[in-house]
Nanobody
Framework: EVQLVESGGGLVQAGGSLTLSCAAS????????IGWFRRAPGKERGGVSC????????YYADSVKGRFSISSDNAKNTVYLQMNNLKPEDTAVYYC?????????????????????WGQGTQVTVSS
């Protein structure tokens, strides 16, 4: 059974930092990419960042470039999202999701329709 479990959310002041974790099980970790998505109050869910566990390639949404950093520990089947210089507009429920990486294809990296497995989400609240 595929499982993705997020942790690390919480309440932080603007300018602070948080690290989210996504622990994965039930599939061959190196064959997948893990994406982070978020849904802010009253808004649609959108992509934040993703990493391909096989080759380590990463992608970031413009809104988080330079502030967020994604990494993976293949030995622990875990992906991390280091979030620095947090802003109130980063307040959202953060989800991790997994999609299989097919050699020779390049789907949009943060298209949620490409991701077949999702975690339950973790709340991040940034106070001003």
């Amino acid at each position: 059974e595929v499982q993705l479990v997020e942790s690390g959310g919480g309440l932080v002041q603007a300018g602070g930092s948080l690290t989210l974790s996504c622990a994965a099980s039930g599939f061959t970790f190196a064959d997948y990419a893990i994406g982070w998505f978020r849904r802010a109050p009253g808004k649609e869910r959108g992509g934040v960042s993703c990493i391909s566990n096989g080759d380590g390639s990463t992608y970031y949404a413009d809104s988080v470039k330079g502030r967020f950093s994604i990494s993976s520990d293949n030995a622990k089947n875990t992906v991390y999202l280091q979030m620095n210089n947090l802003k109130p507009e980063d307040t959202a429920v953060y989800y991790c999701a997994a999609r299989i990486v097919i050699t020779g294809t390049k789907p949009p990296p943060l298209s949620e329709y490409e991701y077949g497995y999702w975690g339950q989400g973790t709340q991040v609240t940034v106070s001003s």
